[in-house]
């Protein structure tokens, strides 16, 4: 009975915590989307949303793994599997808070370049894309190995989209040859953009591994 | 020598050699490992298991080692006795301490072996049951190394077919957590009874100590080993391993089986011999590489037997000097 509701607490907050990564995802993805478009005047509220966000992520994983690790019956692999699952996609947040304060602490007249502002859209879109895609695959992993494995070539797929995204920017910020400051931190964000998705995509790689470690249908 | 001092030195060397083997035993490593059982509840079940299974099955190995190597027309003296039990003593001490595992039951009739040639040449030794017992040693290992094999190679055809995400993971590993127990309880309690032999087999050959009396004092000492040196061991192995229970189980199940049939037919046996060739077979079956070391211990099985029975010729003329 103990274990039963062990079993159904962890599963509970599970799903808590990857709803609230999923909505820090989004906060940042708006925020960045009124950054790129230049509606400055929004971006302080959004900016502490996300903080809210990530501390109550951090709250969250700690609930998790306290109930966790209270179980003393249960099988040692697979707390240890689970855990590095949940703190691997906990940093998400934290390398997404990362991109936010960065754009915070930016000069005030600082501006996108007009003519990469598609390129950004996109790479925002790609970023929230592929946080959702990888919380969809952790929460199958629970369930279900087949799709949460179909799951990981998407993320990957996008990954690379958004590699060739992040040069094609750079290549045109790079031809500028004014404001080399402008240049500088525009190549900051971008790849701090990047450096999230590509998070996304190792923490799929190393999900696809677990798969592979456990056989099943 | 005194009578009373002789059998005080004989049940003071059991002893040590039964601690011995308790403090090496290593069956409940694998449930405390995967966390089935606390230190606490592993202990309790191994001394339980250790006493039971030398007082119910030790009896039939113990008179096979103690009577049915040397020839029948052969009177198992005093000084064999002593001979056997110090020379087992001295090769356990010294694989202990290079750290390698050997088999006590080796040791035990290799010294029997060795003293029984010496002594009497070809004809001092009861060549049938030491054939009989040879292929049962052969066997043993090989049929721990196909039976975890195959038993692997089912499970995991099962695992490919019917599970689907960690949760079915987490049933199908719970359901193995007790059927592990009770393969590993049976394990244990036939481990105790054919590794009295091993302790006392030779000196229940005398004839002089009451068997019952000895098999209480030697169930005694292992379950003491447990107590004191084997929490260790089964912390160290259970930590050191990441055995899940159904592939724990893979390995279990042919030691338990061979270890109750040979230990009813009166067989000593090695557990470890056993486990170790179903380690094999589970690093075969799923093609994991195999740590270094594993010809090391073969080799060590191959030389226990010979060396064994050289220490014991050795020691036989210092122990003689004492009658």
Known sequence: MKLKKNKEDISQINIEFQEAIRTGAEKLFNYMSDFIENRLEKVDDRFQEIIICEKNCDRIKEKYIEVLFKDKRALPFLIEDRYKMITNVDKILNKSELVSRYIQVLPSKFEIYEDIRDEMNQLNKLYLETVNQLLNCTLLMETSFSGAFEITFEIEKWKRQAYDLKFKILDIIFQKKDEPLRISLTWKIVTLMFDVISWAEEISDFLRGLIIKYPGK | ?323
């Open chain 2, 1 to 323: 020598m005194d009578f009373t001092i002789i059998i005080i030195i004989f049940l003071i060397i059991s002893i040590v050699i039964a601690v011995g083997i308790g403090g090496n035993d290593e069956t409940f490593a694998p449930v405390y490992g995967s966390k089935i059982l606390t230190m606490k509840q592993v202990l309790i079940f191994a001394v339980i298991l250790a006493i039971a299974g030398a007082l119910l099955l030790g009896e039939g190995v113990a008179k096979t080692v103690g009577g049915s190597i040397l020839a029948s027309n052969i009177e198992v003296t005093q000084v064999i006795v002593m001979t056997v039990l110090i020379s087992t003593a001295i090769w356990l001490i010294l694989a202990s301490a290079f750290g390698l595992p050997i088999s006590t039951t080796h040791a035990t009739i290799g010294s029997i072996m060795g003293i029984g040639i010496f002594l009497w040449g070809i004809t001092g030794l009861n060549w049938g049951m030491i054939l009989y017992l040879v292929m049962w040693w052969l066997l043993s290992p090989v049929i721990g190394f196909f039976g975890t094999y195959f038993a692997y190679k089912l499970m995991y055809k099962y695992k490919e077919n019917r599970l689907n995400g960690f949760q079915d993971y987490e049933g199908y590993e719970k359901k193995f957590a007790i059927v592990i127990l009770i393969a590993i309880c049976i394990t244990a309690f036939s481990r105790a009874g054919n590794d009295c032999s091993n302790a006392v087999g030779i000196v229940v050959g005398v004839g002089e100590i009451d068997i019952g009396f000895l098999l209480i004092i030697t169930g005694l000492s292992l379950a003491s080993g447990l107590v004191i040196l084997g929490r260790v061991v089964i912390k160290n192995l259970g930590e050191m391993t990441e055995l899940r229970p159904s592939t724990a189980f893979a390995t279990q199940l042919p030691t338990a089986a061979i270890m109750l049939i040979g230990t009813i037919q009166k067989i000593p046996l090695s557990g470890s011999h056993m486990l170790v060739a179903s380690l094999v077979g589970l690093a075969k079956a799923s093609r994991t590489p195999m740590k270094k070391g594993l010809w090391k211990i073969i080799l060590v099985w191959f030389l226990t037997f010979p060396v064994s029975a050289i220490l014991s010729i050795i020691i036989y003329f210092p122990v003689r000097s004492f009658f």
